[in-house]
């Protein structure tokens, strides 16, 4: 018998002579010829199919991250790396027998050249200019190190020896030895990394341990690659640092793990001079910072406790493996809902990469007044990271959202947004010299700009992006980079550097001026967004294939970046215009951060491929392919002389009856062969 291909209601298709060849059959029986095309009708269907299926409406969920959204690029992490751990970071102690043996990589000692990269400037001063406008950067401490043996996945695997454990998992390490180092952080490179594993760095002669869960590391090199880094960089997870000069990496599988499945490297240490916790030992080299009038203990002073604790010292990682100290403040907003806004400077944190290396050390100054011991709440720089919100080259500063919860006793500084009057006086707090807080004074001369051979010509024009401040007590230097400017308790400014054509001076002399990013200049130009959030209204327009239309309208907040999630059925996202901007892929879409009202008008014009078999019961069998739309299913109605369908096979799923055979919606091409 032959079948005549079905007919979809919306087209008029003649049938192909060459069908008429199914009719000859080797034993000449007669059959009869369908006189009649089976007719295909779509079945109509709610606009949207959500993933909450309470709703018809596409779920929307809040983003505090980083507002860069940009499509992710391809990273073979899975997509496992949205799971949650409610202790992604966590400080252990463990015993050596805990541990399994790692292999050890020792490294030479530093030239000559690396050595001098680390010592301490000449100039204290010129250690706080920015690196991204004058030949100077903040207080460097540690320089990378190329690690031959462990340079790639492949060679890297051949170190790891695998040791299984009483219940199952498994477990490899390596350690890294470097001749004369202060301190070791460890770069991990990851190329594939299962979600489940754990992670522990250590030095191998000490009991504490930190624990990191692989979802940490793979949701951090994911926020790189959003914001549109996909370098080696970007890849790269800096690891807590350890003290001394052995490093090690501890890597655990769960039972049942293919160890092949771990695809890591350690290309990367960077050897530190100095720790983020060091302070006594480290100002003994700098003696202008040892004298009583230049740098001035912040317990020495009275009424700042407020402003004190909102200071952190700052360490983070560049590449290729940099090591270097701020400073920056934990600010307020006007929901006063503890949102952990972090200010400092755009030439020490400019871009997502190194905002994810940010380690903090908080409540980090001396007991009593010059005591030169640190507080016991100091708490030691472990690697928390950050979600860069705003960066700006030109008033130098650098707005961060802390993904881990400041201690408890931490405040958050308040922040004036008008200008500052000319002659106010003013003071900071930051870390010169990576030293226990120290306290300055001084007052603001003149606004100014910086000029093509780094000085800086001040005069009365008001959008000169500096303040200009000349010190009446204590000092800064390199370390104090990013430290608040402080004017009646309020945040006016960060510390951006010196004037590199002057010399420092110190004692009696307070001639020598220092320089401020201008605060309310950023709050106008993006700080706003975040420190005084508004709530705007976001209207949503989503389009299926067939034109369907709906629109829905969303009180959405400043600052912030909403990502739209539809449901699979209505296949991938086509086009989507508008002003609220940002990107899309598959079934969601996510905004750009938000400025102000906007329309997003999503549009589905997928289709897909039915290819649909049928099977008379003498069994002849003819195919015909149809293109559809996502998100419906569809009705195929053949003659009912055929007889009851009875069985219906592939991948369209749906159900029968009598002659006709409904498909499941469609998210995809798919089969189904119809059985007579």
Not at 336 to 349: G, K, R, V
Not at 513 to 523: H, M, S, T, V
Not at 595 to 623: E, P, Q, R, S
């Amino acid at each position: 018998m032959q079948l005549q291909r079905p007919i979809r209601v919306t087209r008029n298709l003649l049938l192909p002579l060459s069908l008429l060849a199914l009719a000859m059959f080797a034993n000449a029986q007669q059959i009869r010829l369908l006189t009649t095309q089976p007719v295909m009708h779509p079945i109509a269907q709610p606009i949207m199919q959500p993933i909450d299926q309470s709703s018809t409406q596409p779920i929307n969920q809040s983003s505090t991250q980083q507002p860069i959204m940009q499509p992710l690029p391809a990273l073979n992490v899975n997509d496992a790396v949205n799971a949650t751990n409610s202790t992604p970071i966590r400080a252990l102690s463990q015993t050596a027998s805990q541990r399994v043996s790692p292999h050890v990589i020792v490294l030479q000692a530093l030239t000559n050249a690396e050595a001098a990269a680390l010592a301490v400037p000449a100039s204290t001063q010129a250690a706080a200019l920015p690196a991204s406008s004058a030949p100077a950067k903040p207080l460097q401490i540690g320089v990378g190190r190329a690690v031959p043996d462990a340079a790639d996945a492949t060679a890297t695997a051949r170190l790891l020896t695998w040791t299984q454990a009483a219940d199952g998992s498994l477990r490899a390490a390596i350690s890294v030895e470097v001749f004369e180092a202060r301190g070791l952080r460890l770069g991990l490179h990851v190329v594939q990394l299962p979600p489940e594993a754990k992670l522990r760095v250590y030095a191998p002669d000490a009991a504490d341990t930190i624990e990191i869960a692989a979802t940490e590391v793979l949701n951090t090199i994911q926020m790189n690659l959003k914001a549109g880094d996909n370098s080696a960089a970007a890849h790269t997870y800096w690891l807590p640092i350890v003290k001394g000069s052995r490093g090690a990496l501890e890597i655990e599988l769960p039972a049942g793990t293919d160890p092949d499945l771990v695809e890591v490297s350690l290309p990367l240490v960077s050897q530190l001079s100095m720790l983020p916790s060091d302070d006594a030992t480290w100002s003994s080299n700098l003696p202008v910072l040892g004298a009583p009038t230049c740098s001035q203990d912040v317990m020495c002073t009275t009424g700042r406790s407020n402003e004190m604790h909102a200071v952190a010292k700052m360490a983070y990682t560049d590449s290729p493996g940099s090591t270097s100290l701020c400073t920056g403040t934990l600010l307020n907003n006007t929901k006063n809902d503890h949102t952990p806004y972090f200010l400092s400077a755009n030439h020490c944190i400019s871009t997502q990469t190194v905002a994810s290396t940010l380690a903090l050390a908080w409540n980090y100054r001396s007991t009593i007044c010059n005591s030169g011991i640190a507080d016991d709440n100091a708490s030691d720089s472990i690697v928390t990271g950050a979600y860069l919100l705003y960066t700006n080259e030109i008033t130098d500063n650098s707005l961060l959202l802390l993904k881990d919860t400041p201690p408890a006793n931490a405040t958050f500084a308040d922040w004036n947004a008008a200008p500052v009057n000319m002659g106010s006086v003013a003071f900071g707090i930051d870390h010169p010299g990576g030293e226990l807080q120290k306290y300055n004074e001084s007052v603001v001369g003149a606004t100014c700009s910086q000029n093509a051979d780094y000085s800086y010509s001040c005069n009365s024009t008001s959008g000169n992006p500096f303040y200009k401040t000349v010190f009446t007590y204590g000092m800064s230097a390199g370390g104090s980079s990013g430290g608040p400017l402080f004017i009646n308790g309020k945040v006016v400014g960060q510390l951006r550097g010196v004037d590199p054509n002057q010399s420092p001076d110190c004692g009696a002399n307070y001639s020598k001026p220092i320089y401020y990013g201008r605060f309310d200049l950023a709050y106008t130009n993006g700080l706003s967004l975040w420190l005084s959030p508004q709530m705007y209204t976001l209207t949503l327009t989503s389009t299926d294939a067939a034109n369907n239309s709906s629109t829905y309208t969303y009180q959405v907040q400043s600052g912030q970046t909403y990502w739209y999630t539809f449901g699979t059925s209505m296949g991938p996202i086509a086009s989507v215009t508008g002003t609220c901007g940002g990107t899309w892929n598959e079934s969601t879409y996510t905004t750009n951060v938000i400025t102000g009202a906007c329309t997003a008008n999503v549009k589905f014009d997928t289709t897909y491929t039915i290819t649909l078999t049928a099977t008379d019961k003498a069994g002849n069998a003819a195919t015909w392919p149809y293109q559809v739309a996502a998100g419906h299913s569809y009705a195929f109605s053949f003659d009912p002389s055929e007889g009851p369908i009875s069985t219906v096979t592939g991948t369209c799923g749906g159900s029968w009856n009598g002659s006709t055979y409904t498909t499941g919606t469609i998210a995809a091409s798919c089969s189904a062969n119809v059985q007579f």
